[in-house]
């Protein structure tokens, strides 16, 4: 199985400014036919089921606001919030959908 | 509107069966395939278990952690998933989600039911 890890596990940041979310896999999830890492983020809030940011590790679903950002490519990536709002508060997730089982990330917190 | 709606969680004693369901609309079902995701309270999510669509040979996959206890399913003529889970332990306490792929050959969960709970008391 693909490992993902994530760190930090948790992190404050102030309003305003950038939270930095890392996400390591075991093993490559860059297919090398079509050049796509197969890596995606996702949101969750309190009480809610998450929801997808980003998909192909870069490409953002298109409603989500601009100051997410996702990079990376092979086995590395991360998933930058630049300009945190209050409603930016949540765990979030990678999950590598490259093979199965489509491993997911311990999560990671961001706090205000 | 693709909507998912999962049923069928409850509070089961360890060792019996359940069965969840997964209700597509919105879409073509039989086009996507479906996956389960679980989240045990207050942890992180976990993939379970994937079935594929026909065009795909409805292949089927699940985690090791319930590989042999949970079987998934689909009847595409009813538009539902199911997740039969036998066996249960109380690890498999968990909110139990749908998922669907953003595309037919787009793989990233880009739709999600509420989830269901299911309760295995130790």
Redesign the interface.
């Known amino acids: 199985?693909i490992v993902m890890t994530q760190s930090p596990d948790s992190l404050a940041v102030s309003l305003g400014e950038r939270a930095t979310i890392n996400c390591k896999s075991s093993q490559s999830v860059l297919y090398n036919s079509n050049r796509k890492n197969?890596l995606?983020w996702?949101q969750?809030k309190a009480g809610q089921?998450?929801?997808?940011l980003i998909?192909?590790a870069s490409t953002r679903?298109s409603e989500v606001p601009d100051r997410f950002s996702g990079s990376g490519s092979g086995t590395d990536f991360t998933l930058t919030i630049n300009s945190l709002q209050p409603e930016d508060v949540a765990?979030y997730?990678c999950?590598q959908?490259y093979k199965?089982?489509?491993?997911?990330?311990?999560?990671t917190r961001v706090e205000i | 509107e693709v909507q998912l709606v999962e049923s069928g969680g409850g509070l089961v004693q360890p060792g019996r069966s359940l069965r969840l369901s997964c209700t597509g609309s919105g879409f073509t079902f039989g086009d996507y395939a479906i996956t389960w995701v679980r989240q045990a309270p207050g942890k992180g999510l976990e993939w379970v278990c994937f079935i594929g669509s026909k065009t795909y040979g409805e292949t089927t996959d699940c985690a090791a952690s319930v590989g042999g206890r949970f079987i998934i399913s689909r009847d595409d003529s009813k538009s539902i998933a199911y997740l039969q889970m036998t066996s249960l332990k109380s690890e498999d306490t968990a909110v139990y989600y749908c998922t669907r792929g953003r595309g037919v050959v787009e793989p990233a969960a880009g739709y999600w039911g509420q989830g269901t709970l299911v309760t295995v008391p130790s």
Request: no cysteine.
């Open positions: 199985d197969y995606a996702y969750q089921p998450p929801k997808l998909h192909w679903e765990v997730y999950q959908y199965t089982p489509r491993t997911f990330g311990q999560g």
